[in-house]
């Protein structure tokens, strides 16, 4: 597993968009991303849809966004598969170092992979986010029903006013959840169905937007 950031110009370039909520007008208490960066390393990882080495993060250039990069998060029914293939998941426990006098929120996600469900199959995505520490979880689902095939794309998104802010002042590691999760429902048990969280090219980026506010003044 990598200990620190990948960082590419061509991850850099396809997050380089802030995002709109952030820079909405009603929001008084956004500023600019902080001009100094922020590191992202990967304490833990676990689950078996992200066995070690298959998993990487990396942090847009204007702060405004990172991604996770996965390569091997693959959930399937059907035909010759493993019994216990049907659910994959990946916890992921990120130390992120924010230049000081900051704080940050995520303020939505972005998922893509692709999918193969036959008719009569179902796949669901789900995702949560917390703070180590933080009595605050918050949990979303998307389902996708079969006949589908074609990629996929979820966004989970948080308006300004609910954002869980990370406590200033103390490092909290920043949890994800995710999961995939594919059923054969009323499809032929020869018939395979699979949902992934990659790409034919190894590896897909699930892009986390981030919004930022200055601390108080102590």
């Known amino acids: ?29 956004f500023d600019d991303p902080p001009p100094d960066k922020i590191v992202i390393n990967v304490a833990t990882v676990n689950g078996s849809g992200c066995p070690q080495g298959t998993t990487a993060v990396a942090v847009s250039e204007d702060n405004t966004a990172f991604t996770v990069t996965y390569s091997a998060y693959l959930a399937q029914v059907g035909g010759n598969s493993d019994p216990t ?4 998941n990946c916890q992921l426990n990120l130390v992120v170092h924010v230049p000081q006098g900051f704080t940050y929120a995520i303020a939505s996600v972005d998922y893509r992979g ?4 036959q008719r009569g199959a179902s796949g669901a995505q789900k995702a949560s986010y917390y703070f180590q520490g933080s009595s605050s979880t918050a949990s979303k689902n998307h ?3 079969g006949p589908y095939d074609d990629n996929w794309q979820a966004t989970d998104s948080t308006d300004w006013a609910q954002l869980v802010w990370a406590p200033c002042g103390v490092q909290r590691n920043f949890n994800i959840n995710t ?5 054969a429902g009323t499809s032929s048990s020869s018939a395979v169905s699979f949902m992934t969280m990659d ?5 897909i980026s699930t892009v986390y937007h981030m919004a930022w506010k200055e601390c108080p003044a102590s």
């Open 1 to 29: 597993m990598p200990g620190g950031l990948l960082l590419s110009g061509a991850v850099a370039a396809l997050l380089a968009t802030a995002l709109p909520s952030a820079q909405h007008s009603s929001s008084p208490a």
């Open 85 to 88: 293939a049907f659910r994959k």
């Open 114 to 117: 692709f999918a193969s469900l």
């Open 143 to 145: 389902p996708f029903n």
């Open 179 to 183: 999961e995939l999760r594919v059923a």
């Open 199 to 203: 790409s034919t090219d190894g590896d």
